[in-house]
């Protein structure tokens, strides 16, 4: 299979399951790119089509000259472009639905790429040795018996780099604190 | 004598397929689209005579005023006003 075949498979599924919509296309897949590339023949189609139609769409475009037509024609680096967005859209979904019902214990595979903070495991070595002050709060935490419940204010006060980040590591250090405060 | 339709019967899709270059191909999609429609009319605002004369084979066009003038009256056979008086 050619990157063609695999970029036609994959606008064709996008457009089918309306992850890509035909404006998506076109608005890559310029009318200055299909006057440029387009050959003779299509061009004919186009023309013919748009003329007897009574509008002239994206979509029109797209039913004229077929996914087959354009991948076949248009320059590769805008058909992976459009992939690549309407890739970026559709995580953006994901993450944006994931995030309003994010439980305790998010799964890792949401954070960013990378090393975690240093300035976690600090917060995480205060929760668990129990610290009473939190060094940038807008007001004094009051200590409690347990600790466990400071976590997420602890966490918030320190202007965290992300929400994901900070709740997968306190889970695991409230489970841990629950545990030890239950002993005690 | 002319209208768009009547041109564009003669400077059909596929003559400007064939002739129109990029730029202006590119033109007239990009007018058609933006305005949600393409016309006859829409078709010859972008190309104006200079273009058609320009790009168009020359033949084509003296077909579309041929068979203005044929609609007029005025071809070869017919006389006209003047020399049927005399």
């Known amino acids: 299979m050619s990157s063609r075949d695999f970029l036609g498979t994959v606008i064709a599924s996008g457009l089918e399951l309306e992850m ?4 998506d ?3 890559l897949v310029t009318m200055e790119v299909l006057a440029h590339h387009l050959p003779v023949e299509l061009k004919t189609r186009l023309l013919t089509a748009a003329l007897k139609s009574s509008d002239m769409t994206a ?5 004229t000259l077929g996914v087959e037509g354009i991948v076949e024609h248009a320059p590769a680096p805008l058909l992976w472009q459009l992939v690549a967005g309407g890739a970026q859209r559709a995580l953006g979904k994901e993450e944006a639905a994931t995030s309003s019902a994010a439980p305790k214990g998010v799964s890792s595979t949401l954070l960013p790429a990378g090393p975690r903070k240093p300035n976690i495991s600090a917060r995480v070595s205060r929760i668990r040795a129990g610290a009473t002050s939190r060094p940038t709060a807008s007001a004094p935490l009051q200590d409690d018996d347990d600790s466990a419940f400071d976590v997420d204010t602890r966490v918030g006060a320190d202007q965290p780099s992300s929400d994901f980040e900070v709740l997968d590591e306190a889970s695991a250090v409230v489970g841990d604190d629950i545990t030890a405060h239950g002993k005690d | 004598m002319f209208v ?7 400077v059909t899709p596929e003559v400007m397929a064939h002739n129109l270059p990029p730029e202006v191909m590119s033109q007239v999609l990009q007018l058609s689209l933006a ?3 393409m016309t006859p009319e829409r078709i ?3 190309l ?4 058609l004369a320009k790009h168009i084979p020359h033949a084509v066009l003296w077909e579309c005023v041929v068979a203005a003038a044929e609609r007029e009256g005025l071809t070869k056979g017919e006389k006209s006003g003047s020399e049927k008086s005399a």
Request: a negative charge; proline letters at 10%.
């Open chain 2, 4 to 10: 768009p339709s009547q041109v564009l019967s003669h």
């Open chain 2, 35 to 37: 305005a949600g429609a």
């Open chain 1, 20 to 23: 890509l919509q035909p404006e």
């Open chain 1, 25 to 27: 296309v076109i608005k």
């Open chain 2, 44 to 46: 010859l605002e972008t």
């Open chain 1, 59 to 63: 979509s029109l475009v797209l039913d």
């Open chain 2, 48 to 51: 104006s005579p200079d273009l």
